[in-house]
């Protein structure tokens, strides 16, 4: 089997650098306001165990397609493509990407829109509106991801440990002004399920689970890639959690910017808000183009447009309030994404027996792999959210992996 993206054995990397990349991811807003919701519904000790359990669910199915991706030295999409097709995989996974990249744009930009207009309010006292924020920091942020600006990756290395300073400081305000007490007193007046907990834990990194073997390929053994997926999802995750928890306990409310704000961090740690978003946010625009010209099959001539689509589109939906629909996009991403790991892994690890030379790469549009999928995605929705039924995206990997043994058993039957 060969393939234009497979690695070569000189590019492998030690475990601790992917464990590192892992750790970069998990250190961002999205967690933070995850752990805002999920802590402001349930006992401390209750937020721990959705933790465990929802990155445990992540981790796991992020080993064994990583495990994969090393075996093979392929990217995620093109082992998808022995399970949906090469135009199944680019169509699906691209389109998962889209949604998540254009959602997560649009909800970074709200966030960054109320710190804006919160630091100036603290300042000036005069108030400008929020969806005028956010309208005006997603241009801004479009405009650098479509046209680069040479200091971002400058400004990156400043925003993330200003970012871990500013929580780490408003953590001490808030403990300082009795946050202690708080947190020890806290019952939740409306409790949340904790099958929702876990399905919002697993949505704040079902993407990078699946997408995983774009980075776990270089690992060099398949131990490697247990060590630094578990090391780096699990400690970082779960104080980002841990601490959007426990300063929604303190202050009542998940936002992150009205958090900040009301723990009493100066107009200088909104600024390092801005700035850890707006780095964020110009990836998120950045992929959300490229999943934008995968899906309609634009060439690199026409990246700026499916940028400028992709983040025009994510600065709508934060002037619309997608903010406020912050719990349904995670629903729909836990939904929709673990599916897909759940077609890999019965086609690498059961079907194949986990081994490199039986994945075979499929033309066009594979029917068994992209209707199972579409099953466990259905089921996953349905078991998570309407009729909750244990935790919807395990459900979702479940049926989507027994369904495409089925269809696979009933195809081989069929050609003979």
Known sequence: ????????????????????VWTGSMICIPCLMIGGVIGTGLSLADVVLAVIAGYGIVCAYMCLIGMESCDTGLPTVS?????????GAQFIISLMLAIACVGWFGIQSAVCGESFSSMIASITGFEIPVWLSSVFWGVVMLLTAVYGYNGLKILNYIAVPALVIVLV?????????????????????????????????????????????????????????????????FPSGMVMILVGAVLSIVTGQYDISLVLAAVGVPALGLVALVLATWTTNVTNAYSGGLAVSNLFGFGEDRFRVSCAAAGVTGTVLAAAGLLSRFEFFL??????????????????????????ENLVQKE?????????????????????????????????????????????????????
């Open 331 to 356: 629903n729909i991403l836990s939904a929709l994404i673990p599916p897909i790991a759940g077609v890999m892994i019965a086609s690498y690890w059961i079907i194949g027996k986990g081994r490199k």
């Open 79 to 87: 082992m998808a493509a022995s399970v949906l097709g090469r135009k």
């Open 169 to 233: 400081y408003s953590m001490i305000l808030a403990f300082a002004g009795g946050g202690l007490d708080a947190v020890r007193a806290f019952s939740p007046q409306t409790e949340l399920p904790f099958i929702s907990a876990v399905s919002m834990v697993v949505a704040s990194f079902a993407l990078g689970g699946v997408i995983s073997g774009d980075y776990s390929r270089y690992a060099r053994s398949r131990k490697d890639v247990i060590k630094s997926t578990v090391v780096g999802v």
């Open 1 to 20: 089997m060969e393939d234009r993206y497979e690695i070569r054995e000189s590019e492998r990397q030690s475990w601790l650098s992917l464990a590192f």
């Open 364 to 416: 066009g549009w594979y029917l068994p792999g992209i209707l199972a999928f579409g099953a466990g995605a259905v089921v996953a929705y349905v078991t998570g959210n309407i009729a909750v039924f244990f935790i919807g995206p395990v459900n979702g990997i479940a049926v989507s992996m027994l369904c495409f043994i089925i269809f696979e058993k009933i195809k081989n039957k069929g050609e003979k």
